[in-house]
């Protein structure tokens, strides 16, 4: 399908770095998709490329965070693929908002920010993707996908970015924290390590000679322990408390 919206492209289709699980989903149902964006002609065009896909289902729409929060929890959707700069109330405001409501939706940041302060502050905010509008019309389902079946989904780009402000972050805290982070594992230790690298659970399995489903049980306690989300927030919670160190 031609591109019928922004500035995406319709080639590189593997320039989305992820974590998680495969994407073969064994979903009966679709995945029901709120669209949030202040260009109405941008949200028709994510419709027109979504309508287009089987398991993938535009079940509404909304112009600025506001609306979002309030169609969320009307519609509880699955994910909520949302843009960062809108009026009245931006998308990383409205993120919070909308995992109060409807805490089962999965969100994915779409913009054309490439500012680091909102790629954090989308992650302290409960996202669980950024992705770079440039991306092509086939990443956009993709990730979609990937996102509900428990991928964090991130442009390479901003990635990038994302690790050289652990690096900094490592760098410039020497100071240690008064209360001591929770206790891992040595083999959870050793799936988290995996995780970062951004391997899903079936090779993570492989590589440590367990089943599939003893990987997914030590992503759950690991996250449990750390009291975070999603496995993005796990790494980025290791390296800054020195769990694993980035070369």
Do not use: W
């Not at 997914?216 to 322990?225: D, G």
Request: one cysteine or more.
């Amino acid at each position: 399908m031609a591109d019928t919206f922004g500035p995406m492209r319709d080639e590189d289709a593997d320039d989305v770095v992820g974590m998680g699980p495969d994407t073969g989903s064994s979903r009966k149902e679709p995945i029901r998709v709120l669209v949030v964006d202040d260009h109405a002609l941008f949200r028709r065009g994510l419709e027109i490329v979504l309508a287009a896909e089987e398991d993938i289902q535009v079940v509404g729409e909304a112009g600025d965070g506001a609306e979002a929060v309030d169609k969320a929890a009307d519609l509880l959707p699955d994910i909520v693929l949302m843009d960062v700069r809108m009026p009245k109330r931006g998308g990383i405001e409205a993120c919070t908002s909308i995992k109060e409501v409807a805490p089962s939706a999965k969100i994915i940041m779409l913009t054309i920010s490439d500012e680091e302060a909102d790629l954090y502050d989308a992650i302290k905010a409960g996202a669980t993707g950024y992705l770079l509008k440039e991306i092509s019309t086939d990443e956009v389902a993709t990730a979609i996908r990937a996102v509900a079946d428990g991928q964090s989904q991130i442009s390479p780009s901003m990635a990038s970015k994302l690790l050289t402000e652990f690096k900094s972050m490592i760098q410039r805290t020497d100071e240690r924290r008064l209360v001591p982070a929770p206790r891992l594992t040595d083999r959870e230790l050793e799936v988290l390590k995996l995780v970062a690298t951004g391997m899903n659970n079936r090779d993570i399995a492989k590589e440590l000679f367990i089943s599939e489903n003893t990987v997914k049980n030590h992503v759950r306690n690991i996250l449990e322990k750390l009291q975070l989300h999603s496995r993005m927030e796990a790494v980025v919670y290791a390296m800054r408390e020195k769990i694993l160190e980035i070369r």
